[in-house]
Nanobody, 122 residues
Framework: VQLQASGGGLVQAGGSLRLSCAPS????????MGWFRQTPGKEREFVAPITWSGVFTEYLDSVKGRFTISRDNDKNIVYLQMNSLQSEDTAVYYC????????????????WGQGTLVTVSS
């Protein structure tokens, strides 16, 4: 598996989780990274991107102020810190990587990871 997300689990509403994604250096280097999420019966949502430099980030409106995307380029890891979790955040979260930020946002990344399930109980 080239892109494996981890850190999901069951948490109570108001709690926190940190997702991690550690692709190979070949996939990670110079790539824009991001997170999508998918809930059965709902459209896939683009949660957050981060550029290679880490300078530019952006967030889905519903997670602004609660989620933070970051990356450690020395360790080839991208994180999604999720605080104040709500039941609406329940989904499978996917890590993605793309050379083109436009492709990343359009749901056409170069690489999709295996998802990690986040379940928020109310």
């Amino acid at each position: 598996v080239q892109l494996q997300a981890s850190g999901g689990g069951l948490v109570q509403a108001g709690g926190s989780l940190r997702l991690s994604c550690a692709p190979s250096e070949r996939i990670f280097t110079k790539k824009n990274m991001g997170w999508f999420r998918q809930t059965p019966g709902k459209e896939r949502e683009f949660v957050a991107p981060i550029t290679w430099s880490g300078v530019f980030t952006e967030y889905l409106d519903s997670v602004k102020g609660r989620f933070t995307i970051s990356r450690d380029n020395d360790k080839n890891i991208v994180y999604l810190q999720m605080n104040s979790l709500q039941s609406e955040d329940t989904a499978v979260y996917y890590c993605v990587a793309a050379t083109s930020s436009a492709h990343l946002r359009a749901g056409r990344p170069d690489y999709w990871g295996q998802g990690t399930l986040v379940t928020v109980s109310s």
